[in-house]
């Protein structure tokens, strides 16, 4: 399953705090949320608009309740959300995924 999240730096940022976001990200964020059980990958892309695309590769829906319960992720996301403004984000299933949950 994946479940992606968009954020767009926010508009203020110094280059310098620009340069702690992407810092933070490969350090700290996705390092950490990989410790997390469920979470098999954690990508980052930048769009053509600005806007920070997170991909993740998930296990099930409780994998995300995980990463926000963990408190190293919540400290680590904190520090990912002083520097963004999230934007979106979508769940996206495969078949034997959504045949599991809703019986289909």
């Known amino acids: 399953m994946l479940y992606s999240v968009r ?3 926010k508009e203020s940022l ?3 705090e620009a340069v702690k976001l992407h810092e933070v990200l490969d350090t700290k964020v996705i390092p950490t949320a990989l410790k997390v059980e469920g979470v098999n990958t954690f990508d980052v892309y930048q769009s053509f608009n600005g806007e920070l695309v997170a ?6 829906l409780a994998s995300v309740d995980r990463i926000l319960a963990d408190p190293g992720c919540r400290a680590t996301f904190g520090e990912l959300y002083e520097l963004t403004v999230r934007t979106g984000g979508e769940i996206l299933f495969d078949r034997p995924q959504w045949q599991q949950l809703y019986g289909r």
Do not use: F, G, M, Y
């Not at 991909?55 to 099930?60: A, F, M, P, R, S």
């Open 7 to 9: 954020l767009r730096p």
């Open 14 to 16: 110094s280059r310098e």
């Open 55 to 60: 991909l993740l590769d998930i296990k099930d």
